[in-house]
């Protein structure tokens, strides 16, 4: 009867041992915010197919990208993703891909060409 005490208790501090450990692991956050500095020149980029439309559509599609705020004034755009399913490298190669500049990243230059005169310099 004592052994199957001292292994039942044995089991049990185990088991909350390994409970308490899990519970002080911090929750990595995962909706991470990033504001990309980009080149934009047109002055109607959120009404614009080739702008706005275009880079939201195309930037929503992308796997872990939420959110999309074009600033036209600020030459920005504002990203709201989650972490584990993309990384902010990945956002911007997709920005350049549609022939913007994304920070240090920049556009691609068939894509760039292939913008409406009004959307580039």
Avoid: W
Avoid at 90 to 111: C, E, F, H, Q, R
């Amino acid at each position: 009867m004592k052994n199957v005490i001292k292994v039942f208790s044995t089991i049990l501090i185990i088991v909350l041992s390994f409970t308490s450990a899990n519970a002080q692991e911090p929750k990595q956050k995962t909706t991470q915010t990033a504001v990309i500095k980009t080149a934009i020149y047109c002055d109607h980029c959120k009404a614009c197919e080739s702008c706005g439309d275009r880079l939201e559509k195309t930037l929503l599609k992308e796997k872990g990208v939420q959110m999309i705020t074009l600033d036209e004034k600020a030459m920005t755009i504002k990203v709201v993703y989650n972490s584990r399913k993309t990384d902010l490298t990945k956002i911007k190669t997709a920005i350049s891909k549609l022939g913007y500049d994304a920070d240090d990243i920049k556009a691609d230059v068939v894509a760039y060409e292939s913008l409406d005169g009004c959307c580039k310099k």
